[in-house]
Structure formats: structure tokens, C-alpha cells
């Protein structure tokens, strides 16, 4: 019995002694202070930091088992030159701890409340960061014995079991770019049963004004905290925002520092614009439907190791980037980073299927530090009934150098492909390209080529090397063959937009005027063009159809170097005979020089026209002869400075009459005979000559002839392109009655508007108006001095000695005119009204 007495007693000593205690403890928790502390926990915090803490509020402590800290106002200051004061503020905090585990060394903090913690973290214009602490020095012990050391005991543990965030802010700022980001923490809830369970966390949120929800389960506090272990630490979260989820799965060995990590990811995007807020409005693609999973591990660099990549994206309207384009899907995978990347997508393009095969090399040569590797690319795409492929290696990807790509299209129709290429294309028929694609030295950011270029359609084909720079000055080489081009046909598969038929001119109506107050345009030429770029450009050509004509062995060289052009052979076979010339211009000068030299035997006068964009009124080869230099930076100006000979030589053709009324409206006038011309009609054009000697911009003509079944008119003068004036003295002549009548006529004066008059002595030019009223029926009675401009003989044929002229040739002996047309009338009709008929041949 004396053992059971003994136990009880010791058990009411004990008990007595934990009342003593406890309510020792009680005494003096309701006599103790927070408040005095507050000196202490701000000297400590500043030794630690090196910043000021301010504890503006009370701090206040309610007595119990689990005692509970409080604490209001707080404010942790930011180093100078900052935006505000206060790196962090806190409108209140509650602290409960558990007081038991006090005993034996532990701090368990069963909850933990923040009440609007308010926190700015920022870098200043400097770059520096308010995070980033100066702890001051530790005062020196003073001399003397010192204390004895505290013995050691166990390592103080701390454990949260439960975390609360009320109306939470943390914000960034960049003060060199003002630009700040935030994050909201309307509410943040994280639970432990223990320090050695895991943690649960649930949290909303709003990054940038945009709401997300977070939910993670993670290991526990305890091994969070023990930085020597290397048992995997269990991680599984998801983030939910504008209705993409984020999910991770895993672990990591050392937490702390975001290392040893081993995750795996995936996520769905229903609406990819949706996410713009949080990338800081970027504008997205309008991609949906996306999905995509990969693992990543700590590869112990700054890269992670990336496995099991696949991307998903599914049917979405990409017609704002590319018109009319529509994507059904698009699967992407790689098994690791340094395995292949494969592609497949389809869609449709204006209503037309499209697909895509593509194999490409590793991502890890995409990522920032990667060694340069080969990457070897193989895609193929179809595309409204085309093929369009390229295969090769890129030395260096991220780089873009090294390029050696091998092209290939193959096109039914062209024009199919428009919508791919962002603008019309010709409706060139069964079209196969192929070429290698290589970049210039230093990569494509200085130039790219393309190598053994082979281009064929029915239209005709190409091949070649063409080659651009892109330095200082960019630059482009080129050397061209061709066996066959139609040119016709080329423009026919343009299709050009309808344009309204340009009426012809009205009979005696000047030309239409350009711009400025003159003939000859003024506005400047495009000199710069040459003085931006440079250029050696080849040219070899079988067969050129161009206008119905074919022209063949073109042969050119153009180079241009400094703003200096030389076009230097340019020949050609044309229908008319073999044609050679030469251009060259020195745009590097203030005026520029320009000297033109072309032997060109017959140029269809219909391509002339079409070229010039006027109707076809006229048909035959124009010769010309021109050696013609001059310096200006417009066509007027050059043409003011012209020195050098040209000539234009035409035999056989036909010429509408239209346009005789229009050049000749007011010589014909003034005969009163302008009637004959401008009712429709086309003439035969039997020559047409022209030679003009200039020097310093004044041209002399000599000898000026036409002949026509209209018109047979013969002149000569000058025209002085600087003033863009006329001298020229004219003679049309004209057959009455089998004679022989030649009307002189002065041409004075502006070339848009000049003064004409019959040059003619006395009476005759006098009555020469009266003659030709005669003529036209009003007074059948001819006057006497009619018979001082008519001249007697056979009348001569102005085309031998014309043709010869312009040609350089001596001219042959006077040849008489051509009989007029025994269709055309009676050679002595019995009225005046049949003479006109007659007048002009």
C-alpha cells in the first residue's frame, strides 16, 4: 500500500507544481508589455536590413493556451531615391502561437494572419533593387572576460499551420521604363495539420487587373526548410485564368532554390487572345482549342532538359493574317529537346485545301546559349493543287547563317497561290521552279542567294543566279538565261484591271500637255534609285514575243556602281534587223550626264505605242539612229542641253487619220483644208524621215519628209528644246488636175501652241484662202494668183532623198512621185468638190 500512497502524492506534487507554473506564467504574461519591446525588434530589424521599421500601431497580446500577437500600422522603409517611402506596408497582423511546443524549442505558429500587406519591389534608374539588403556591422564585444557560452541545444524549428492574406498587394517596377506590374491577393489561404504534413494552398488572385485562381499541394514546412536534404519535395498545383488552366506535377530535391526539379506540365488555352492582359497586351494570334504537355528537369544549367513535347491547335480563323486562310489543326511534337521537331497541320485557303508536313531539327538549338549545330529542315507544303518544298540545313539557326536550302514549287495555276503571296499573281501555267537558297556572309541579315535557279511554264522559262546584298549599300547580281519568253502571253495571264479606252484626240487639237508649262516633262527622274543601290545584271535571252513581234538573241550587261550606269551591250535581233545601243548615267553628279547611243533598224511601231500607253494609231518599223547625250535631272532639262544627231526613218505603213488631223490641224487650217482629215479613216503611210543635228539643245531638221496617200509633205528648220520653240518651214503639196501644187508654210513659235501662216509673196498669200474656198465648192472661179504657187513638172517623190538622209547615205537621184490610185477618181475631176478629193496624195 505504501507504493500506491507514494504515487499519489508525487502525481499531487506534480500537478501542484504545473499549477504553480501555469499560473506563474499567467501573472506574468498579464503583467508583461509587448509595447516596451518595440525599441528592440526595430534595432534588431535595422541591424539586420540596415532599414528603419516602423511600428506605428500597438502592438497588443490576448492571453490563453495559444497566445496571440497583434499588431497594426507597419511599415518597412525603402533606401532613398526610390518612388515612395515604403518598400512594404501592413494595416495588421495577428501571430498565434502554440505554447507548449515553446518548451522544447519550437515555434509553431498555428495561424498567421496579414491584414492589406502592401508590397512594392522595384529597381531604381540605376538598376538596383530595393530587395536588396545592407546589414550593419555587429558592434565589437567589449575587452575583459567574456561571458560564458550558451550551451548548445537543438536548432530552433518554425512551422506555420495556418496562413491568411486579406486584400493583398505585391507590385514590380522598373523605374528606367515606368513600367509596373501587380499582383492581387484579394484572398490566400495556406494549411498544414503539422509541420511534417503537407501544405495545402488555396488562393484567388489578379495579375494586371486580369483574375486567376491558384491551388496547390506541396510537402511540408519541415522539409521546405531543411536545406541539407535530398528527398524529393512533392509539388502539384494548378493555375486557372481568362479560362486557360496551367497544371504541374512533381518534384523538387532543393525547393528553396528552384533546383533539382523534375515536373511535369500541361495546360489548355480555349481562347489564346484571351491571355493577352497577362502578356502585357500582346495581340495575339486568334488561336483556339490549344493544348499542349511536356516534362522538364533540372539539367543543372540554365536550360531545363525538355521531354514528351506535344501541341495541339485546334480549328481557328486566321483570314486577319493571311486573307482567306483557315487553320483545322495543328500537331507539333518532339520525344526531347534534342530530338527532331515533326509537324502536321491542315486548313484551307480561299476555300481550298492546304497541308503541312514538316521535320526540323532539335529545339535545343532554338534555346539562348546553344551551341551552333546543323539544323536540318524538310517541310512540304500543298496548297490549291502546288507544291511547294524545301529541304536542307541551317548552320546556325539562332543566327539565320549557313544557309543551304534546296527550293522546289510545282503550280498548275499561279495565280492560285495569290492568296499565299499577299498580292496577284500571273495565271502562269504549269509552273516548276527549283533553286538552293544560301544566306550571304554573315548571315541573311547581309543578303541571300539563290544558286542554280531553273524556272519553266508555259509562258516560257528562266535560269540563272540571283544574288542581293544587304550592307552598307545594298546591292544585287544577277546572271539570266532564257530560251523562251512570251510576253504576250505573260501579260495576258496578268489579267490588269479594265481600263477605259483612251479616246483619240480630236483633229486639230494640240497635244495633251504635261505636267509643268511645257512639252517635254520637268519633274525630276529617279537619279536616286541609282544612287541607293548597286548592281551587275546579265542578260541572255533566245526569244522575246513581245506586240506579236519576236525578237531574238537579246543580249545586256547593266551595271551600276556609286550612282554610275552603264548599259553596255544592249543588242537584239528585232523583225527589222539586227538592233544595238548603249546607255549610260552618272547620277553621282548634280546634273547628271545621260548619253544614249542606238541602231535600231525597225521597231514595231504598234509596241512603241503600247509601251507609251497610247492607242495603236499607226503600223509600220521605225528606224532610228540616235547618238544623243546630254545632263539635267529631268527629261526637259537634258533635253535643253541635247547634243548629238537623230534620226527616224519609216517606210511603209499606215497611219490613222485621226492622228494627221491632230499633228497637222493647224497647217491644214490654213488652207482651209482641215475637212480632208479627222472623218476616220487610215491612210497608207508610204515613208516617214526625220534627221535632227543638235547642239546644246537646239536641233536642226533636215530633211523632215512624209509621204502618205493623204498627205505628201516635205519642211525643214530648227527646234530649240530648251525654250521648246519652233522654226520649221514646211510644204505640203498637193495635185490639181494632174498638176503639181506645193503650199509653203511657216511654222513659228511655241511648240503647244504655234503660229502658222502661208509663206507665200504678195496677192498669193493674200488670196490663198480664197484658192482653197474655191476648191471646197464656195467660189469655183480660181483666182489669178493661184497660179503663182503652182508649180510645173512631175511632181518628186520626198522618200528616197528622206530615207537616205536619215540613214547617212548619199541620196539618190530625184525619183518621181507614185501615181495616184486610179480608185480614187478621174485625174481632171469635173467639179471642185471631186478635186479634194484629189488634193492630198
Same mark, same amino acid.
Given at each position: 500500500?505504501?507504493?500506491?500512497?507514494?504515487?499519489?502524492?508525487?502525481?499531487?506534487? &506534480?500537478?501542484?507544481?504545473?499549477?504553480?507554473?501555469?499560473?506563474?506564467?499567467?501573472?506574468?504574461?498579464?503583467?508583461?508589455?509587448?509595447?516596451?519591446?518595440?525599441?528592440?525588434?526595430?534595432?534588431?530589424?535595422?541591424?539586420?536590413?540596415?532599414?528603419?521599421?516602423?511600428?506605428?500601431?500597438?502592438?497588443?497580446?490576448?492571453?490563453?493556451? #495559444?497566445?496571440?500577437?497583434?499588431?497594426?500600422?507597419?511599415?518597412?522603409?525603402?533606401?532613398?531615391?526610390?518612388?515612395?517611402?515604403?518598400?512594404?506596408?501592413?494595416?495588421?497582423?495577428?501571430?498565434?502561437?502554440?505554447?507548449?511546443?515553446?518548451?522544447?524549442?519550437?515555434?509553431?505558429?498555428?495561424?498567421?494572419?496579414? &491584414?492589406?500587406?502592401?508590397?512594392?519591389?522595384?529597381?531604381?534608374?540605376?538598376?538596383?533593387?530595393? #530587395?536588396? %539588403?545592407?546589414?550593419?556591422?555587429?558592434?565589437?564585444?567589449?575587452?575583459?572576460?567574456?561571458?560564458?557560452?550558451?550551451?548548445?541545444?537543438?536548432?530552433?524549428?518554425?512551422?506555420? @499551420?495556418?496562413?491568411?492574406?486579406?486584400?493583398?498587394?505585391?507590385?514590380?517596377?522598373?523605374?528606367?521604363?515606368?513600367?509596373?506590374?501587380?499582383?492581387?491577393?484579394?484572398?490566400?489561404?495556406?494549411?498544414?495539420?503539422?509541420?511534417?504534413?503537407?501544405?495545402?494552398?488555396?488562393?484567388?488572385?489578379?495579375?494586371?487587373?486580369?483574375?486567376?485562381?491558384?491551388?496547390?499541394?506541396?510537402?511540408?514546412?519541415?522539409?521546405?526548410?531543411?536545406?541539407?536534404?535530398?528527398?524529393? #519535395?512533392?509539388?502539384?498545383?494548378?493555375?486557372?485564368?481568362?479560362?486557360?488552366?496551367?497544371?504541374?506535377?512533381?518534384?523538387?530535391?532543393?525547393?528553396?532554390?528552384?533546383?533539382?526539379?523534375?515536373?511535369?506540365?500541361?495546360?489548355?488555352?480555349?481562347?489564346?487572345?484571351?491571355?493577352?492582359?497577362?502578356?502585357?497586351?500582346?495581340?495575339?494570334?486568334?488561336?483556339?482549342?490549344?493544348?499542349?504537355?511536356?516534362?522538364?528537369?533540372?539539367?543543372?544549367?540554365?536550360?531545363?532538359?525538355?521531354?514528351?513535347?506535344?501541341?495541339?491547335?485546334?480549328?481557328?480563323?486566321?483570314?486577319?493574317? %493571311?486573307?482567306?486562310?483557315?487553320?483545322?489543326?495543328?500537331?507539333?511534337?518532339?520525344?526531347?529537346?534534342?530530338?527532331?521537331?515533326?509537324?502536321?497541320?491542315?486548313?484551307?485557303?480561299?476555300?481550298?485545301?492546304?497541308?503541312?508536313?514538316?521535320?526540323?531539327?532539335?529545339?535545343?538549338?532554338?534555346?539562348?546559349?546553344?551551341?551552333?549545330?546543323?539544323?536540318?529542315?524538310?517541310?512540304?507544303?500543298?496548297?490549291?493543287?502546288?507544291?511547294?518544298?524545301?529541304?536542307?540545313?541551317?548552320?546556325?539557326?539562332?543566327?539565320?547563317?549557313?544557309?543551304?536550302?534546296?527550293?522546289?514549287?510545282?503550280?498548275?495555276?499561279?495565280?492560285?497561290?495569290?492568296?499565299?503571296?499577299?498580292?496577284?499573281?500571273?495565271?502562269?501555267?504549269?509552273?516548276?521552279?527549283?533553286?538552293?537558297?544560301?544566306?550571304?556572309?554573315?548571315?541573311?541579315?547581309?543578303?541571300?542567294?539563290?544558286?542554280?535557279?531553273?524556272?519553266?511554264?508555259?509562258?516560257?522559262?528562266?535560269?540563272?543566279?540571283?544574288?542581293?546584298?544587304?550592307?552598307?549599300?545594298?546591292?544585287?547580281?544577277?546572271?539570266?538565261?532564257?530560251?523562251?519568253?512570251?510576253?504576250?502571253? &505573260?501579260?495576258?495571264?496578268?489579267?490588269?484591271?479594265?481600263?477605259?479606252?483612251?479616246?483619240?484626240?480630236?483633229?486639230?487639237?494640240?497635244?495633251?500637255?504635261?505636267?509643268?508649262?511645257?512639252?517635254?516633262?520637268?519633274?525630276?527622274?529617279?537619279?536616286?534609285?541609282?544612287?541607293?543601290?548597286?548592281?551587275?545584271?546579265?542578260? @541572255?535571252?533566245?526569244?522575246?514575243?513581245?506586240?506579236?513581234?519576236?525578237?531574238?538573241?537579246?543580249?545586256?550587261?547593266?551595271?551600276?556602281?556609286?550612282?554610275?550606269?552603264?548599259?553596255?551591250?544592249?543588242?537584239?535581233?528585232?523583225?527589222?534587223?539586227?538592233?544595238?545601243?548603249?546607255?549610260?548615267?552618272?547620277? /553621282?553628279?548634280?546634273?547628271?550626264?545621260?548619253?544614249?547611243?542606238?541602231?535600231?533598224?525597225?521597231?514595231?511601231?504598234?509596241?512603241?505605242?503600247?509601251? /507609251?500607253?497610247?492607242?495603236?494609231?499607226?503600223?509600220?518599223?521605225?528606224?532610228?539612229?540616235? @547618238?544623243?547625250?546630254?545632263?539635267?535631272?529631268?527629261?526637259?532639262?537634258?533635253?535643253?542641253?541635247?547634243?548629238?544627231?537623230?534620226?527616224?526613218?519609216?517606210?511603209?505603213?499606215?497611219?490613222?487619220?485621226?492622228?494627221?488631223?491632230?499633228?497637222?490641224?493647224?497647217?491644214?487650217?490654213?488652207?482651209?483644208?482641215?475637212?480632208?482629215?479627222?472623218?476616220?479613216?487610215?491612210?497608207?503611210?508610204?515613208?516617214?524621215?526625220?534627221?535632227?543635228?543638235?547642239?546644246?539643245?537646239?536641233?536642226?531638221?533636215?530633211?523632215?519628209?512624209?509621204?502618205?496617200?493623204?498627205?505628201?509633205?516635205?519642211?525643214?528648220?530648227?527646234?530649240?528644246?530648251?525654250?521648246?520653240?519652233?522654226?520649221?518651214?514646211?510644204?505640203?503639196?498637193?495635185?490639181?488636175?494632174?498638176?503639181?501644187?506645193?503650199?509653203?508654210?511657216?511654222?513659228?513659235?511655241?511648240?503647244?501652241?504655234?503660229?502658222?501662216?502661208?509663206?507665200?509673196?504678195?496677192?498669193?498669200?493674200?488670196?490663198?484662202?480664197?484658192?482653197?474656198?474655191?476648191?471646197?465648192?464656195?467660189?469655183?472661179?480660181?483666182?489669178?494668183?493661184?497660179?503663182? &504657187?503652182?508649180?510645173?513638172?512631175?511632181?518628186?517623190?520626198?522618200?528616197?532623198?528622206?530615207?537616205?538622209?536619215?540613214?547617212?547615205?548619199?541620196?539618190?537621184?530625184?525619183?518621181?512621185?507614185?501615181?495616184?490610185?486610179?480608185?480614187?477618181?478621174?485625174?481632171?475631176?469635173?467639179?471642185?468638190?471631186?478635186?479634194?478629193?484629189?488634193?492630198?496624195?
Amino acid at each position: 500500500m505504501t507504493f500506491p500512497r507514494t504515487l499519489r502524492l508525487a502525481l499531487i506534487a &506534480i500537478a501542484v507544481l504545473l499549477i504553480l507554473a501555469i499560473g506563474g506564467g499567467a501573472v506574468f504574461l498579464a503583467r508583461f508589455d509587448p509595447n516596451t519591446l518595440k525599441p528592440r525588434i526595430i534595432e534588431a530589424v535595422k541591424r539586420a536590413t540596415g532599414r528603419d521599421l516602423a511600428l506605428n500601431g500597438p502592438i497588443g497580446l490576448k492571453l490563453s493556451l #495559444w497566445p496571440t500577437v497583434q499588431a497594426a500600422d507597419v511599415a518597412f522603409a525603402n533606401p532613398p531615391g526610390f518612388s515612395r517611402p515604403q518598400m512594404a506596408t501592413l494595416q495588421g497582423l495577428e501571430l498565434q502561437l502554440a505554447l507548449l511546443p515553446l518548451l522544447s524549442g519550437h515555434y509553431e505558429i498555428d495561424r498567421l494572419v496579414l &491584414i492589406k500587406p502592401d508590397i512594392l519591389l522595384e529597381t531604381d534608374a540605376a538598376g538596383h533593387p530595393n #530587395w536588396q %539588403m545592407t546589414p550593419e556591422a555587429a558592434p565589437k564585444a567589449p575587452a575583459g572576460p567574456q561571458a560564458p557560452a550558451a550551451p548548445s541545444g537543438r536548432k530552433a524549428v518554425v512551422s506555420i @499551420d495556418t496562413v491568411q492574406v486579406q486584400d493583398g498587394l505585391l507590385a514590380y517596377r522598373d523605374d528606367r521604363s515606368g513600367k509596373q506590374t501587380t499582383l492581387g491577393l484579394p484572398r490566400l489561404d495556406a494549411r498544414a495539420a503539422s509541420p511534417d504534413a503537407p501544405l495545402h494552398l488555396d488562393a484567388d488572385g489578379s495579375y494586371d487587373a486580369t483574375a486567376f485562381h491558384l491551388v496547390a499541394d506541396t510537402g511540408s514546412l519541415t522539409r521546405l526548410q531543411d536545406s541539407a536534404a535530398t528527398s524529393p #519535395w512533392p509539388v502539384k498545383l494548378t493555375l486557372s485564368a481568362a479560362g486557360a488552366t496551367l497544371a504541374a506535377d512533381g518534384a523538387l530535391t532543393h525547393p528553396l532554390q528552384g533546383k533539382g526539379y523534375d515536373l511535369a506540365l500541361n495546360g489548355t488555352i480555349p481562347d489564346l487572345p484571351a491571355l493577352g492582359p497577362l502578356l502585357r497586351d500582346r495581340n495575339l494570334p486568334p488561336l483556339h482549342d490549344v493544348r499542349f504537355a511536356a516534362k522538364i528537369a533540372d539539367s543543372g544549367g540554365a536550360i531545363p532538359a525538355v521531354s514528351s513535347l506535344t501541341l495541339h491547335v485546334g480549328a481557328s480563323d486566321l483570314g486577319a493574317q %493571311m486573307p482567306g486562310f483557315a487553320l483545322a489543326s495543328l500537331d507539333v511534337a518532339a520525344a526531347a529537346a534534342d530530338q527532331p521537331v515533326k509537324a502536321n497541320g491542315t486548313g484551307t485557303l480561299d476555300g481550298k485545301p492546304v497541308t503541312l508536313t514538316a521535320t526540323t531539327g532539335p529545339l535545343a538549338s532554338l534555346l539562348p546559349g546553344a551551341a551552333p549545330a546543323p539544323f536540318p529542315i524538310d517541310a512540304t507544303l500543298q496548297v490549291a493543287g502546288a507544291t511547294i518544298g524545301a529541304k536542307g540545313t541551317v548552320a546556325d539557326v539562332r543566327a539565320l547563317t549557313g544557309a543551304n536550302l534546296a527550293l522546289a514549287v510545282q503550280a498548275p495555276d499561279l495565280a492560285a497561290l495569290s492568296p499565299l503571296a499577299r498580292r496577284p499573281l500571273p495565271a502562269l501555267k504549269n509552273v516548276a521552279f527549283h533553286g538552293t537558297l544560301t544566306d550571304a556572309a554573315g548571315g541573311f541579315r547581309n543578303g541571300a542567294a539563290l544558286r542554280g535557279m531553273a524556272l519553266t511554264s508555259t509562258e516560257g522559262d528562266l535560269a540563272g543566279d540571283i544574288a542581293i546584298g544587304l550592307g552598307a549599300r545594298p546591292a544585287l547580281t544577277a546572271a539570266l538565261k532564257s530560251n523562251r519568253i512570251d510576253l504576250d502571253a &505573260i501579260q495576258t495571264a496578268a489579267k490588269p484591271a479594265p481600263q477605259a479606252a483612251t479616246p483619240p484626240p480630236a483633229p486639230g487639237s494640240p497635244p495633251p500637255r504635261r505636267r509643268g508649262n511645257g512639252l517635254i516633262p520637268d519633274q525630276p527622274l529617279p537619279f536616286g534609285v541609282l544612287r541607293a543601290a548597286d548592281a551587275d545584271v546579265r542578260l @541572255d535571252f533566245g526569244l522575246l514575243r513581245f506586240g506579236g513581234a519576236d525578237y531574238k538573241a537579246i543580249a545586256t550587261h547593266v551595271v551600276l556602281a556609286n550612282g554610275k550606269l552603264a548599259v553596255d551591250p544592249f543588242s537584239a535581233d528585232t523583225p527589222g534587223g539586227r538592233l544595238s545601243g548603249s546607255l549610260s548615267a552618272d547620277a /553621282a553628279k548634280p546634273a547628271p550626264p545621260v548619253h544614249l547611243v542606238l541602231r535600231a533598224p525597225g521597231l514595231a511601231l504598234k509596241t512603241l505605242l503600247a509601251l /507609251a500607253k497610247q492607242p495603236g494609231l499607226a503600223s509600220g518599223n521605225m528606224e532610228v539612229r540616235a @547618238d544623243l547625250s546630254g545632263a539635267g535631272p529631268s527629261p526637259h532639262a537634258i533635253a535643253a542641253s541635247l547634243d548629238g544627231t537623230l534620226g527616224l526613218a519609216l517606210a511603209g505603213g499606215t497611219i490613222d487619220n485621226r492622228l494627221l488631223g491632230s499633228m497637222l490641224g493647224k497647217v491644214l487650217n490654213a488652207v482651209n483644208a482641215l475637212d480632208l482629215v479627222g472623218r476616220g479613216g487610215t491612210s497608207e503611210l508610204r515613208c516617214f524621215a526625220m534627221r535632227m543635228d543638235a547642239r546644246h539643245g537646239i536641233g536642226t531638221i533636215q530633211p523632215l519628209a512624209l509621204a502618205s496617200s493623204l498627205l505628201t509633205m516635205t519642211g525643214s528648220g530648227t527646234v530649240n528644246l530648251g525654250t521648246e520653240t519652233l522654226a520649221l518651214q514646211l510644204q505640203p503639196q498637193a495635185r490639181v488636175g494632174g498638176t503639181e501644187v506645193v503650199i509653203p508654210v511657216d511654222v513659228n513659235g511655241p511648240m503647244l501652241d504655234p503660229k502658222v501662216g502661208v509663206n507665200q509673196a504678195g496677192a498669193a498669200e493674200a488670196n490663198i484662202g480664197t484658192i482653197a474656198g474655191a476648191l471646197l465648192g464656195k467660189n469655183p472661179t480660181l483666182p489669178g494668183p493661184f497660179h503663182g &504657187i503652182i508649180g510645173g513638172g512631175k511632181p518628186v517623190d520626198p522618200c528616197p532623198a528622206g530615207l537616205a538622209a536619215v540613214r547617212g547615205q548619199a541620196a539618190p537621184a530625184a525619183a518621181a512621185a507614185p501615181k495616184a490610185s486610179t480608185q480614187r477618181g478621174p485625174a481632171l475631176p469635173a467639179n471642185p468638190q471631186a478635186i479634194l478629193k484629189n488634193l492630198f496624195r
